[in-house]
């Protein structure tokens, strides 16, 4: 009879998400989830929490059947600018404005890879602002300030 073998890696993946899907199902219970055509605040976030439950069942069930490469180093200097560059954003969105803060959060974030150079990450960070608001400020109308009291002489 032969052994089963876990890719350790899709493993501790795959126990990862049921973990975190399991969480945020219990979590939803808590919320009125109503119906599918009257959605409760809890709803949505249900759905997507069972929907990363299932996907870590198929992450651990893959981890059986296939041997995969061992884990790898860390990008600890990817780790080191896309962790905070949301974290940045949301401190200052209310202070700067939506422009000034999503600029700086692409600016951090572009430099997580060890080939961006300083000019392309500003060029990168632009694009990125100039789209964002040309979208979620001119075409979607969202009520937010495009620049914050922090920014006002």
């Given amino acids: 009879m032969k052994q089963v073998q876990f890719d350790s890696t899709n493993a501790i993946c ?4 049921i973990a975190l899907g399991g969480f945020f199902v219990y979590q939803c219970l808590n919320l009125e989830l109503g119906t599918a055509f009257r959605m409760g605040p809890g709803y949505f976030p249900l759905i997507l929490a069972v929907i990363l439950t299932m996907l870590g069942i198929v992450v651990l069930v893959q981890s059986a059947r296939v041997k995969g490469e061992p884990m790898g180093p860390l990008a600890f200097r990817g780790m080191l600018f896309i962790l905070p560059a949301p974290v940045f954003f949301g401190l200052t969105v209310r202070g700067l404005g939506f422009v000034p803060s999503l600029f700086f959060t692409a600016l951090i974030a572009a430099f997580a890879s060890q080939r961006m150079k300083p000019g ?8 990125i602002t100039i789209f964002s608001a040309a979208v979620f400020s001119y075409a979607l109308g969202l009520p937010f300030e ?3 009291p922090w920014t006002r002489l």
């Fill in 146 to 148: 495009r620049f914050g």
């Fill in 14 to 17: 795959g126990l990862t998400f």
């Fill in 120 to 127: 392309m990450a500003l060029i990168l960070a632009l694009a």
